[in-house]
T-cell receptor
């Protein structure tokens, strides 16, 4: 299956711990997007990355959240010192080019904070 | 007011009915996407369009750029079409990021 792979599917953390969410884009895709879906809310853009570059992080919270997409390996969304309000589904999408191309979504990571 | 508004929020239909979901947006766009989110949570891209009409199987998507409006139609609906349908736009000045509507929960009863 060459689709967008996210892991883990479910992640449970206690308040104050760190959460690391991984996303491997489709083969041949070098553009990655992270979106967050809070409970009972719609999807919201967080960050757009290309290999080794953050292109648009206008949707990222100013503190505790960071993202990277290294030359080798998956894209990582990192949340430090998690709080209950970080509980959400985090989706990754990838596309082969910037701009007007369909984005292919992963199945998401459901993050629960105890 | 959200940049992307969908109606209805919830829709219940009987199997075989023709279904229409509407999406209105308030900004200039480069493209509009229709997505389907399954009960298990996964998201599938159905259409990306910037003008006219596209058809795939029983699904039809139309867009009117002048009126800032798009519709998703499902013909001969089936219980397996039950899902959340989400409209999302790429704004003319927003690069590649998607701005989403709140979604329409569709339930098709047998």
């Amino acid at each position: 299956n060459a689709g967008v792979m996210q892991n883990p599917r479910h992640l449970v953390r206690r308040r104050g711990q760190e959460a690391r969410l991984r996303c491997s884009p489709m083969k041949g895709h070098s553009h990655v997007y992270w979106y967050r879906q809070l409970p009972e809310e719609g999807l919201k853009f967080m960050v757009y990355l290309q290999k080794e570059n953050i292109i648009d992080e206008s949707g990222m919270p100013k503190e505790r959240f960071s993202a990277e997409f290294p030359k080798e390996g998956p894209s990582i969304l990192r949340i430090q010192q998690v709080v209950r309000g970080d509980s959400a589904a985090y989706f990754c999408a990838s596309s082969p080019i910037r701009g007007l191309a369909p984005q292919h979504f992963g199945d998401g990571t459901r993050l629960s904070i105890l | 007011k959200n940049e992307v508004e969908q109606s209805p929020q919830n829709l219940t239909a009987q199997e075989g009915e023709f279904i229409t979901i509407n999406c209105s947006y308030s900004v200039g766009i480069s493209a509009l996407h229709w997505l389907q989110q399954h009960p298990g949570g996964g998201i599938v891209s159905l259409f990306m369009l910037s003008s006219g009409k596209k058809k795939h199987g029983r699904l039809i998507a139309t867009i009117n750029i002048q009126e800032k409006h798009s519709s998703l139609h499902i013909t001969a609906s089936h219980p397996r079409d039950s899902a959340v349908y989400i409209c999302a736009v790429i704004g003319e000045t927003s690069g590649s990021r998607l701005t989403f509507g709140e979604g329409t929960q569709l339930t098709v009863n047998p």
